[in-house]
Each structure stands twice: as C-alpha cells, then as structure tokens.
C-alpha cells in the first residue's frame, strides 16, 4: 500500500482549527525553501503526533507556532518562512497493520531517515521503538510531495 499525501493546509490558526479534536501524525513542511539531507532534498522539517483527541493534532501545532512546544526550529521557520502542514489521521492510518500513533509516528521517521539518510531537520530523535514486531507497518511513503 502506499500513504500518499494530497491536502495540504497554511500553518496558520485559521487552518490549525481543522484538525481539532483529531489524533494522528502530522507533517510541517516549507513551502519556499528545501532541506538539503544527505540522500535526497525535501521540503519537510518535522514529523509530529498526536496520540489522544484531548492533546489533539491542533494543539500540538499551536504549541509549535508559539513556541511553547519547545521547538524552536518549527516556530522560528514559522516566523520566518511560509509553512504549511497536512495529516493522517489515527483512524486512516490503523488501515496500515498498527493501531499504535506511538509505532506510526516511528514508522515514518525511520522511512524518512532510510530514504534522506537524516531525521527531518527539526525533528531531535527517532521516537520510540516499535512495540511489537508483529504489529509492524508496511507502507510506502510518497516523500515526493515534499519535494
């Protein structure tokens, strides 16, 4: 199978609103500048979840605008360059063997990582290892969207 992204939203509190209440993993990226990794170039700069409804994909993101999540990396590009952000949702994303946003959110950086030889610029580490090998997702990601 492959996880394709498609709709993307401006990193803004008018389009953060959309994903209220919405669990799952998340994608900033810039729009005007490219990240040289070492393997390949992308525009991507982090890969974040949100594991519950209550500490939803919205406020993870209004943490990363004002800076309050600790990243400054994302809050500053924010301020200083066109971001934009678009999601999987917890619910979309059980389609793909793992029902774990922990093991999802992991998935994607270790993918990331094989394919750019790097971790996204403002992401610090690799998450968590995956809890169960049986449970282990098998998907291809598109990371041409954020060339």
Known sequence: MNIIFTRTYNLREQEVKFVQGV????????????????????????????????????????????????????????????????????????????DNVFDMESFFLSDFQECHGSFPICNGQAGHQLSDERKKITADVDWNFFQ
């Open 23 to 98: 669990s799952g993993i998340y994608f900033i990226f810039l729009t005007d500048v490219v990240i040289a990794y070492p393997f390949e170039v992308s525009r991507l700069i982090y890969i974040g979840m949100s594991e519950s409804r209550q500490n939803s994909i919205a406020m993870r993101l209004r943490g990363h605008l004002t800076g309050q999540s600790g990243n400054l990396g994302i809050s500053n590009y924010a301020k200083t360059h066109p971001v934009k952000f678009t999601f999987y949702s917890a619910d979309v994303l059980r389609n793909y063997g793992n």
